[in-house]
Every structure is written in C-alpha cells, then in structure tokens.
C-alpha cells in the first residue's frame, strides 16, 4: 500500500513537538518539518506531502505561516487546511465565512504554487442538514480553485458519534448510522 498523502504533523499553526519545534523558533521548526518530508520521500517517493494548519477561512493567518515556513525552506506538496465554522469565534454559521475559505484557497494556490486540501471538515451532528449545506458549499469552493488545484475534502471523524464519544461534530447519528450530511460526498 502506497499513501497518496501523508501530514507532517496535524494543525501546526504554532508548530509541533514543542518546545524545539515551536514558531518562535522558524528554523528548527522548519528542519524538523524537512526531516518528515525527507523520511516520508525516502520510504514512499510517489506520496505527497502535506503542512495542515487551521482556521483555512483566515487568509492572514495562512499568509502569515506559509510566508514563514517559505522564508525558512520548508519542504512541501500540499498546503492542507482545517474548516470548522463551528469553532469561530462570531462566525459560527458557514455562509458568513465559506467565501473566505474560497478565496484563501485560491489566493494559497497563486501565491506560493502549491495544491490545497481541506484535510479535516465537520458539522454538528444534530444538525445534518446544515452540515449536508456546509459540506456541499465546501466541496463545491474546492472544486472551484483554478487548474484542477482543490485536491479534496475529508470529514474528521464521520463515524465520531456523540453517543459514545462526545464529539459534537461527527456525521453520525444516535442510532449508529451516517445521517444526511455524508451524502454531500455523492455528488
């Protein structure tokens, strides 16, 4: 089995085993972030590499961290995004935010040449047609990047059920089946 994709780490806007990998510290940040790149080529040449930072509707936030992790050389395939309006602050509704996360899709395509994802994506669990809604929205923004560029979407942790894990944003139902929200992935 080959991955098509794997991560150096999982929402690193701050960085990763800290305290040697934290962002106030660009440059060993970065060669640990090369050493994954290289370790992950070296047993798997063919499988793309993905940096995946949060908030993916917060163009300034993304700018801000790939500018760096450019800055200092970091290698990489992918730029990966997480998109879960329920954690914004204000703006916990998708359609007040959905055309940022499309714009910073493109604008992460045109400004440092890369493909993008949205790696993790979810909706309250209670609310499948709304989530159905977001989820739709976001496959259509990816689909939308120029050039074939928007690789994909992932649902994290679909089968997540809150009554049995807690996990409000899963898209499975009290009675251990998919709700509505998964069927956005049909289409």
């Keep these: 089995?080959?991955?098509?994709?794997?991560?150096?780490?999982?929402?690193?806007p701050s960085g990763m085993l800290y305290p040697e990998g934290h962002i106030d510290n660009w440059p060993q940040l970065v060669e640990l972030l090369n050493m994954g790149y290289d370790a992950i080529k070296e047993a798997s040449p063919t499988s793309q590499v993905i940096l995946h930072v949060d908030q993916g509707n917060n163009n300034e936030r993304f700018r801000w961290w790939f500018d760096n992790a450019t800055k200092y050389g970091a290698k990489y395939d992918i730029i990966g995004m997480s998109y879960?309006?329920?954690w914004l602050e204000g703006k916990p509704d998708y359609t007040e935010n959905i055309n940022n996360l499309a714009a910073n899709l493109k604008d992460m395509v045109a400004r440092y040449n890369k493909d993008v994802m949205v790696v993790e994506v979810g909706g309250e669990d209670n609310k499948p047609q709304n989530t159905y809604d977001m989820l739709t929205a976001v496959i259509n923004r990816v689909r939308e990047v120029p050039n074939n560029r928007g690789l994909g979407v992932f649902y994290w942790e679909p089968q997540g059920a809150r009554s049995w894990s807690g996990y409000a944003l899963s898209a499975w139902g009290s009675d251990g089946k998919?709700?509505?929200?998964l069927e956005a992935f049909k289409n």
Excluded: C, F, L, S
Aim: proline content about 16%; charged content about 15%.
């Design 1 to 12: 089995i080959t991955p098509e994709w794997v991560q150096v780490g999982n929402e690193i």
């Design 84 to 86: 879960y309006p329920y």
């Design 178 to 181: 998919p709700t509505k929200a």
